[in-house]
């Protein structure tokens, strides 16, 4: 099983829409929790860490699910400019702080 | 601030030669770096996490001899691709966690995109 898994997509939206991601993870003892966006042959830039209590930006929010190690990322009104890779990240477990694990992405691409 | 360069973005090598990747922290001192690898439509891989001055550590799988690394100060770590081979063609991504900022924050280089011949 796969430490970080997402469905890879691709999720094609018209723009305006809503669209939510959603992410789980295998190890219950993980510490943080972040989405990054990468965008085609870049490096993943961080969008969001993700809390518990769930937290908005802007058209973007976040929610983490401990008890069912689940992570989603919603984003409402589309923008052409959304389309990307979404990464679901881990950040590694006690003793080994630091360690990013990378879920493989969903593609969304955003169409006019 | 936090700016992350990597040398070169892109490079072509044919099979049996080595490659140094370099990864640079340009604007604070960097701690520990990381060595990531992404191969189309997977995801990145962490390959080896370094602390300046000390020997890296590399994750499970991956050849300590092959995949070279020297973090000699806190602005610049390498990554030596030895007797390099296709399957080695691959996206290389650095990234740095400093002093400084937020904790466990990485800061991502650009990505180096090697292809072997």
């Known amino acids: 099983r796969k430490e970080v898994e997402q469905d890879p997509g691709p999720f094609n939206v018209p723009e305006g829409a809503t669209v939510a991601f959603n992410c789980t993870y295998s190890?219950?003892?993980?510490?943080?929790f972040f989405w990054y966006r990468q965008d085609c042959r870049k490096e993943p830039k961080l969008l969001m860490s993700?809390?518990?209590s769930g937290n908005e930006d802007g058209r973007f929010t976040a929610q983490l699910n401990r008890a069912s190690q689940y992570i989603s990322l919603l984003i409402r009104d589309s923008k052409l400019s959304d389309s990307a890779t979404y990464l679901c990240?881990?950040?590694?477990?006690?003793?080994?702080?630091?360690?990013?694990?990378f879920g493989q992405g969903t593609t969304l691409q955003v169409k006019p | 601030g936090a700016v992350v360069s990597q040398h070169p973005s892109w490079v072509i090598c044919k099979s049996g030669t080595s490659v140094k990747i370099e990864c640079r922290s340009l604007?604070?001192?960097?701690?520990?770096m990381f060595w990531y690898r992404q191969f189309p439509k997977q995801s990145l891989m962490l390959m080896a996490t370094?602390?300046?001055?000390?020997?890296?550590?590399?994750e499970q799988g991956v050849e300590k001899d092959k995949f070279l690394i020297n973090h000699a100060s806190l602005t610049l770590s390498t990554l030596t691709v030895t007797s390099a081979h296709p399957e080695d063609s691959s996206f290389y991504i650095c990234?740095?966690?400093?002093?400084?900022?937020?904790?466990?924050?990485?800061?991502f280089g650009p990505g180096t995109r090697l292809t072997v011949t």
């Open positions: 604007d604070f001192q960097a701690t520990t």
């Open positions: 993700v809390y518990s």
């Open positions: 990240v881990v950040m590694g477990v006690p003793g080994n702080t630091g360690k990013l694990i």
């Open positions: 370094s602390n300046e001055g000390s020997k890296a550590t590399y």
């Open positions: 190890n219950s003892a993980s510490q943080s």
């Open positions: 990234s740095a966690e400093g002093r400084g900022g937020r904790p466990y924050e990485q800061y």
